[in-house]
């Protein structure tokens, strides 16, 4: 039999208490913020969506009011670049007011008609030509009628002058040149027509006027410039 003998536990004395456990550290401001502010951007996007999409009766925005509010800063051309076009085109038709126009230009009359020149090219009339022998400039005036009724295109003058000094050129009339003067038939609404001419033009003679009018209600086009 042992001898060793437990004491009893002493009064007032319990069994032996566990130290507490460390507490956690505290957690950044930062995370905070940052748990903060991605819970508020999830309730704005939120309330984005809902606004934008809302329901199945809701109207898209107009394609102006995109151009319109479109950011300065994403290369974007602001709203009124559109009208620049239209604004070069009036600034054009304000020059030409004046009725002068370059040979390779295309006047257009109102309610239709367009006039231009074609095919320029130096020539010698022949020896059955009116005038014979002689140095000119052939082209070709088309008529284009654009408008709902028909063009009178025997109507039609040519007139020419060259150089600085504004010399009187006359017509040339060639039948072998196809050159026999303006139309005689009507030009109906929808077509086209192109008359062959002929003008003097000296061959140390540069510069040349050439005057077309369509018709006895309209004024003159004049085309000018010079030739090779």
Request: charged share 20%; hydrophobic share 35%; net charge negative.
């Amino acid at each position: 039999m042992s001898t060793d003998i437990t004491p009893p536990p002493m009064p007032g004395h319990g069994p032996a208490v566990p130290p507490p456990p460390p507490m956690p550290p505290n957690k950044p401001r930062t995370a905070l913020v940052a748990a903060v502010a991605a819970v508020a951007a999830a309730v704005v996007s939120s309330l984005v969506t809902v606004g934008v999409t809302g329901g199945t009766e809701a109207d898209p925005a107009p394609t102006v009011t995109v151009t319109k509010t479109a950011a300065a800063d994403d290369g974007a051309a602001p709203a009124d670049a559109e009208a620049t076009p239209a604004a070069e085109d009036t600034e054009t038709a304000e020059a030409d007011e004046d009725g002068v126009y370059a040979l390779d230009d295309t006047v257009v009359y109102d309610p239709g008609t367009e006039v231009s020149l074609t095919g320029l090219k130096r020539a010698v009339t022949g020896e059955y030509a009116d005038p014979e022998n002689t140095p000119y400039l052939q082209f070709t005036v088309r008529l284009k009628n654009a408008g709902s009724k028909p063009l009178d295109a025997t109507q039609l003058t040519v007139n020419c002058s060259y150089g600085r000094q504004g010399k009187s050129s006359g017509s040339v009339f060639d039948s072998d040149a196809g050159l026999e003067g303006g139309p005689e038939t009507k030009l109906l609404a929808g077509r086209s027509l192109d008359v062959p001419w002929g003008c003097e033009l000296p061959k140390g003679e540069k510069l040349i006027q050439i005057e077309v009018t369509p018709d006895f209600d309209s004024d003159a086009a004049i085309f000018t410039g010079n030739v090779r």
